[in-house]
């Protein structure tokens, strides 16, 4: 077990920290999705530097294995107290 899970908050404050993660990913795609030049634009200025190499990256691989990242540790914290 991690240091950070010991005691009796250990598990609760893991399961938070990784759900405001989650939450705040949530809300980063928000923001760059109604920031995209399409018809859902909302907010100014475009965000057009994403589809350019090397920015690209971020939405499409940074992103997606933060979120996979945050949803295994939920998974591991979950399954361990169970056990």
């Known amino acids: 077990m991690h240091a950070v ?5 250990g598990k609760p404050l893991v399961l938070i920290w990784n759900v405001v993660g ?6 980063v ?3 760059g999705v109604l920031s995209l030049p ?4 909302v907010l100014k200025p475009d ?8 920015y690209g990256l971020l939405p499409t691989v940074l992103v997606m294995t ?3 990242l945050h949803i295994a ?3 591991k914290v979950l399954r361990e107290g169970r056990a």
């Open 5 to 9: 899970q010991r005691g009796p908050w």
């Open 73 to 75: 540790a939920i998974r």
């Open 66 to 68: 933060a979120v996979l």
């Open 38 to 41: 399409t018809p859902l634009q």
């Open 29 to 31: 795609v928000v923001v």
């Open 47 to 54: 965000n057009t530097w994403v589809v350019h190499a090397p």
């Open 22 to 27: 989650l939450g705040l990913l949530a809300l």
